[in-house]
């Protein structure tokens, strides 16, 4: 068994009614459905080390279980279930497989910025005069050697903030201080969620004016966030189809592989499987 990318206990929101502790995966990559137990989803060998994994579950999971929980209840939440809730989404922003696609992505780019800037250092420093011009191609040449090593392998402190699942203060805060609708379902839609469950447009970030969260909590619950209304306000309403199904597009497009549901239904494929999706905004106000 490797390590949870997500919850456990947040899947079980989106189980098998009649079958409790498994749920229909589907598989982007494969395009086809798999009814499996919760336990053997969303994990992967090494995905973290035992420390981190154990630390997820005792600080981050835990506390925000019985917020979830709460908010499947309908009830409101004071400022510190608020706080537990928006360290729970930034977390899981930040330790999902797309994260980790995205930054490895970013590395090649980052180690040639800071060796352009280097050499272009070492380059100024070489048109002084008296310079010891040997001296200025030896630091060139261990430039070009330390670049070539940080291709094949980059730097150690690169890969743990790679690794890393914690989300930063100022994520958290931002997270926090977003107005939160938390959005019930109607009996004939229901939300679905992916290995990636915590969406915003990257183009616009978080702390942004046109930012936008969305988050699943369950099959018929789930949280929108953005800045349309007061800071920090929670606000609970009764969603329409249409709201319903802009969210599922949302998280089935920002699944790196795995969309998950409480049943099998062509529908869940069919938006899964499309390429580029229209996802609109939304105005509140």
């Known amino acids: 068994m ?11 929101g989106f189980e098998v009614p009649s079958d409790p502790g498994t749920i229909w995966v589907y598989d982007k990559k494969l395009s086809r459905f798999k009814h499996l137990p919760i336990k053997v989803v969303a994990q ?4 973290y080390d035992p420390s981190t994994e154990k630390a997820l579950s005792e600080n981050i999971e835990g506390p925000a279980n ?3 929980a709460a908010l499947r209840k309908e009830k409101s939440l004071d400022r510190n279930h608020r706080l537990k809730l928006a360290l729970y989404i930034s ?3 930040m330790r999902v497989p797309r994260r980790r696609r995205k930054a490895r992505e970013m590395v090649p780019s980052a180690i040639q910025s800071t060796v352009d800037r280097t050499r272009n250092a070492v380059e100024s420093l070489a048109r002084r005069k008296g310079t010891d011009r040997l001296q200025v191609q030896r630091m060139l040449n261990e430039i070009e050697r330390v670049r ?8 150690p402190n690169l890969v743990h903030q790679i690794r890393s699942p914690w989300p930063s203060e100022k994520m958290v805060r931002t997270v926090y201080d977003m107005v939160w609708r938390i959005v019930r379902a109607p009996a004939n839609a229901q939300f679905l969620t992916g290995d990636n469950p915590a969406f915003f447009f990257e183009g616009f970030g978080l702390g942004t004016p046109r ?3 969305t988050f699943p909590i369950a099959s018929d619950l789930a949280l929108f966030g953005c800045w349309q209304g007061h800071k920090a306000d929670l606000i609970h309403i009764q969603a329409r189809p249409v709201l319903v199904r802009e ?3 949302r998280v089935a497009s920002g699944s790196e592989r795995f969309v998950f549901f409480h049943s099998e239904q ?13 996802l609109s905004e939304i105005r509140w106000q």
């Open 91 to 93: 977390a899981m922003i």
């Open 247 to 249: 969210l599922n597009r």
């Open 2 to 12: 490797g390590s949870h990318y997500l919850p456990q206990q947040y899947l079980r």
């Open 66 to 68: 019985t917020v979830l």
């Open 266 to 278: 062509a529908w869940v494929a069919t938006v899964a499987d499309k390429q580029d999706p229209h």
């Open 211 to 213: 930012a936008e969260l």
């Open 44 to 47: 992967e060998p090494g995905f």
């Open 148 to 155: 070539k090593m940080f291709q094949l392998e980059p730097p």
